[in-house]
């Protein structure tokens, strides 16, 4: 993976979620873009979808790395070592990749597979994502799935889907109230690329699932006539219930804001605090949270960091684990499967500060069916983790503890 920061995919995903404030009506130009042709690839345009900002990367301060081991290693940050191990359990609640994965028609494997993952105490966000490339043999195809809260806002919605003449779309009646709307389109005549399901609830939960008939976002080289995944395969995935389970750990609050670690802008970007020997591939931000998509030697790593001002559920959830001599709580699972991903894997490390402040850091190995990676623990340890995490100069949005 070569280094894209203007084209890949976390930047474009985090562009567009930018729109969620103002509602949905995806832009089919930025959904998929022109085609490949006579075996080159050409340039897409952007991803358009919904929900939550990116804000501007600043640099702030730099942290000295260690050697990281190729495929993973014991050895941790600089900064871990100064609370008390690893102890509890991180959050185990549902996963955006083992819902879809696990609704998937039969014959139909997961070659890669990140996302999010809500749970007991879990911290609340404006969206959850999730990609997926899937094969059911007949070509690798990307399928996306991102789940929102619009709250009371108005959303718009409802056809058309682009400015693209080879587009089919329809709004259908949702299950209680809700509506569907369901497209397709290419923007090169012939079999249709790109398919798109969105579900509008009525009480503001929004789920929009696309499918692509190419392999990942980055590179676009058209791997299928048609996704693997057909319209209307996706607007049931899009109406299916058990999406509301997410809710909880759903804000309403703006997505379109642009603040993003603390009063004063990011103090640290995610990527100063890797270990040497990472290469990122891709790196994106939104209010209160950091993601990159980072590999060493063939192997691949999906880092994610949140920050928040702990609520009262999450104060009780943390008492479970003893404090250190500095007053840091921690808790932590490392290299658990994700269930239905067949596959991935991820660890993840909670910490607690006296200061109120928590951070969760999410390292995911998304390898799946057929990879040799498969299985494996992700590349960095619950160690290095809990030093990403232990980081003095990450900060909630909007202040200190409450």
Known sequence: MSEQSEHDFEDRL?????RTGDGFRPDGPHLVAAGAARGRRRQRRQLALVAAAAAAVVAAGGLTAVALPPGGGAAAGPAAGRSGGPSGAAADGPSLVSVLA???????????????????????????????TLDDGHGASLVTVLVSDAGGRQVKSGCPLSNSSNEACEVRPGPDGGSLTVGAMDPDPGPRGTGTAAFTGPDGLRVVLSAYSFADQEHQDRTRPTPVLTPDQLAALAADPVWATFRSGLSPDDASATDAFGPDGPPVRLRELLPSGLRVASASEWVGGQRLTAAQDGHELV?????????????????????????????????????????????????????????????????????????????????????IALDPRWAAPGGGAQ
């Open 303 to 387: 880092l994610t960091v949140r920050a928040q001002r702990a609520d009262r559920a999450a104060r009780d959830w943390f008492a479970a684990a003893p404090a250190g001599a500095d007053g840091v709580r921690v808790r932590a699972t490392a290299a658990r499967e994700v269930p239905g991903s067949q596959g991935a894997t991820e660890s993840a490390v909670d910490v607690l500060r006296p200061d109120g402040v928590r951070v969760r850091v999410t390292a995911v190995n998304p390898a799946g069916a057929g990879s040799p990676d498969a299985g494996k623990p992700p590349l960095l340890s619950a160690e290095q983790l809990r030093g």
């Open 14 to 18: 985090a562009q567009v979620l930018r």
């Open 102 to 132: 696990e609704r998937l028609p039969a014959g139909v494997r997961v070659l890669r597979s990140a996302g999010d993952r809500s749970g007991v105490a879990g911290l609340r966000v404006a969206h959850e994502t999730a990609e997926l």
